[in-house]
């Protein structure tokens, strides 16, 4: 039997990455998965492998910025499974520039996505949970919240998502729903790709030069986070909640 067995989750930016990877390693330890994305057609193809796994899954086209498509999709999937356990907050995009250079809609694309998406997801995915008294909420943060060039759009998103995240860990632990972040590295994935050959540069010599000062020499991939998320979204994690952990290949601080 899995360590999922019997859980539900719902997990955003499902169509491809980390979220595609996560609904996979969850549907390994016997989950059912709400595949919430726009892209549905890359949900289609995680989906299609989840059914080859023997585990059941459900697309559903969602904007996380936008409140009234998040609670049509949490009310579908409880609809649907019956249930509602784990939520999942990885949807994602970049607008990188310097500060100089940044657009507000820059700013505001960002903010929406990351930050509001996980209050709008939280929020109504919390609501079902308590009902059941369980729930566990993991949200995507990144070692950018510590600072990084050209991303101050990105890195203020990804620091008010782990103050949210120690926010809910506060209010709703005593509600029997636990809330944690994992904040990655550099994971090999096609939006790290894609912003490599926006700068004019070769993907591959980008994560060459990227594990030469990474202490385990190599970079993440998506089913690194995975494992993580799967663990702190099982029972094993019950008294681990308010915890950001960094997935980086090496300490950070």
């Not at 390994?28 to 595949?35: D, I, K, P, Q, Y």
């Not at 049509?72 to 784990?86: K, R």
Request: aromatic share 4%.
């Amino acid at each position: 039997m899995g360590r999922l067995e019997g859980r539900v989750a719902f997990v955003t930016g499902a169509g491809r990455g980390i979220g595609a990877a996560t609904a996979l390693r969850m549907a390994e330890e016997g989950a059912r998965v709400v595949l919430a994305d726009i892209d549905t057609a890359g949900c289609q193809e995680v989906a299609a492998e989840i059914e080859r796994l023997g585990s059941e899954s459900l697309v559903v086209r969602c904007n996380v910025a936008d409140s009234g498509n998040v609670q049509e999709a949490m009310d579908q999937t409880v609809s649907y499974f019956g249930q509602l356990d784990i939520l999942v907050n990885n949807a994602g995009v970049l607008r990188d520039n310097l500060l100089f250079k940044m657009s507000e809609e820059d700013w505001d694309t960002v903010m929406n996505v990351h930050l509001k998406g996980m209050f709008l997801c939280s929020r109504a995915a919390q609501a079902h949970m308590v009902k059941q008294k369980y729930g566990r909420i993991v949200s995507l943060s990144s070692v950018s919240a510590l600072g990084n060039r050209g991303q101050s759009n990105y890195s203020a998103a990804k620091a008010g998502i782990q103050g949210l995240t120690r926010t809910l860990a506060i209010e709703l632990g005593p509600l029997g729903i636990t809330a944690n972040a994992v904040a990655p590295g550099f994971i090999d994935t096609e939006m790290t790709r894609t912003t490599a050959r926006r700068q004019g540069l070769n993907p591959d010599d980008v994560i060459a030069q990227a594990s030469k000062m990474i202490p385990v020499r190599r970079v993440g991939q998506p089913r690194d986070i995975a494992n993580v998320i799967c663990f702190l979204a099982s029972e094993e994690a019950g008294f681990v909640s308010g915890q950001i952990i960094y997935v980086a290949g090496g300490p950070r601080s």
